[in-house]
């Protein structure tokens, strides 16, 4: 079943009111634990990577990873490539076989940021079945190769994001709502729920055309992230968590077995962590049976 159109199974999301985890990935023992967590859950699935991992193995690598893993699981599975402010590189991938595109042009001026995204989104839908994802206003943090400062962060005009999704015809929508990438400094961090409830209204009012995608997943409260959900969000991303997980785990497994040489063991203990994980977000979204 497992290879589909983005656009299709956020739309679905959408109207039931739950979210689908989309999940940053940089190596192979995290898109397995991934999978396999989803196919527990009878979750659809996101698999995410960002620029530098996608860089690091190679989009055909990652490409064909993603194609054994989705073409044996019993559940819908996207590819999608995180946050590219590189129009050429977000052309290759799609030519790799990801199935979901973010041009993150966000940074540029308004009309700059509509060209650049219609040039991808133009791009796509002559290849096929690959949606693509846009966002407007900035989301703060580190991801990847993106960085955003605190101050030169920018939440989303709701009137101009009608017009960004118009005339850029994206498929799946990224506003600013004040979520940021990394851990955040608070427990609560300030976010403009009444923005997104408005953005959600106005584009998604009708019917559901163009799912809303949730930046900056890690660390948010469990309350939180469901109002997210209830108001619209339906693609949820986490990061973060995962590199946290990975890098932790592995060091703690390294620290109790110092006479062991064996990868296959932190492997595993690394897996079984990021499934831990997984369970947790799914459970939290509303995805588990969705599939
Ligand atoms: P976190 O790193 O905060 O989970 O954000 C993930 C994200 O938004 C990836 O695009």
Same mark, same amino acid.
């Given at each position: ?32 634990? /991934?999978? *396999?967590?989803?196919?527990? =859950?009878?979750? @659809?699935?996101?698999?995410? +990577?960002? &620029? ?95 960085? /955003?400062? *605190?101050?030169?962060?920018? =939440?989303?005009? @709701?009137?101009?994001?009608? +017009?960004? &999704? ?126």
């Amino acid at each position: 079943m497992a290879i589909v159109d983005a656009k299709e199974m956020l739309l679905k999301a959408t109207a039931e009111r739950y979210a689908v985890g989309a999940f940053n990935c940089t190596n192979l023992i995290q898109m397995e634990a /991934v999978v *396999e967590a989803a196919v527990e =859950l009878k979750a @659809p699935l996101i698999l995410q +990577a960002s &620029v530098a991992p996608s860089k690091f193995l190679s989009p055909a690598v990652i490409g064909v990873i993603y194609k054994t893993l989705a073409q044996s699981a019993p559940i819908p599975i996207c590819l999608h490539l995180d946050h590219c402010s590189d129009v050429q590189f977000c052309k290759l991938c799609a030519d790799a076989g990801y199935t979901n595109i973010m041009i993150d042009a966000s940074k540029q001026e308004f009309s700059e940021n509509i060209r650049q995204t219609k040039e991808v989104v133009d791009y796509c839908h002559r290849l096929g079945n690959i949606s693509v994802e846009g966002e407007l206003g900035t989301v703060s943090g580190v991801e990847d190769q993106v960085k /955003v400062a *605190e101050d030169e962060a920018q =939440l989303c005009d @709701p009137q101009q994001a009608m +017009a960004f &999704v118009e005339q850029t015809g994206i498929d799946i929508f990224a506003p600013a709502i004040g979520t940021a990438h990394g851990v955040y400094k608070t427990k609560d961090p300030r976010l403009d729920f009444d923005r997104l409830k408005k953005i959600a209204e106005m584009i998604n009012g009708q019917k559901p055309r163009v799912p809303l995608v949730i930046h900056g997943g890690t660390g948010l409260q469990p309350d939180v992230v469901k109002k997210l959900v209830s108001l619209g969000g339906s693609k949820y991303n986490v990061s973060t968590d995962l590199k946290h997980t990975l890098i932790d785990t592995t060091y703690a497994y390294i620290s109790d077995h110092r006479q062991e040489y064996n990868p296959g063991k932190i492997d595993a203990s690394v897996k079984e962590a990021i499934k831990g994980r997984i369970s947790y977000w799914i459970g939290l979204l509303g995805s588990a049976g969705k599939a």
